[in-house]
């Protein structure tokens, strides 16, 4: 494990081979796939972020998360159709939900450290997490291992999904 940071684990990730991503994000969605029910909170990947989004884009009740103010999001459902948003990622253009109705929502993240998550220090899941009752799933690559300490506004993960591993609580 390396010590806190954030663009050395984005270089990291970016750094693998398509058909090293590709297998790697295959094992994931396949370790993955278990906890999928009800309605579902996912994300449109960014900066090598692990792609879940295009094996499970069919999938019934899903929804994406889109940027509404400075500091708050929520997630939306997804149409089939992205629109640019916040920080030119593609958002749903569908209707809102509350954060307590979503059963999972699988999270993104910079880099991870037990059940510990880093995101890009925006604060925009951490904020939406503490609202939401669902499962909360961190997905990444075992590269994006690191040492940091958990700072008190961070929400844990209840389970940590790598290509190796699946971590709970």
Known sequence: ???????A?????????ASQRKQKEQAIVTQ???FLKGKVGLYVPIQGEVD??????????????????PDSMRFCQYQGKLQEGAFHVGEPTGQACQP???DVVV?????FCGLHRKGYGKGYYDRFLKQAKALKI????????????????????????????????
């Open 1 to 7: 494990m390396i010590p806190l940071d954030r663009a």
């Open 9 to 17: 684990c984005i270089q990291k990730r970016k750094a693998l081979t």
């Open 32 to 34: 993955l796939l278990p």
């Open 52 to 69: 879940v989004f295009s094996p499970l884009c069919s999938y019934p009740h899903l929804y994406l998360p889109k940027v509404t103010g």
């Open 100 to 102: 307590q109705d979503l």
């Open 107 to 111: 999270v993104p993240m910079t880099g």
């Open 138 to 169: 961190g997905v990444a690559f075992d590269c994006q291992e690191m040492v940091f300490e958990k700072q008190t506004h961070d929400v844990d993960m209840d389970l940590l999904i790598t290509e190796t591993q699946c971590r709970r609580k």
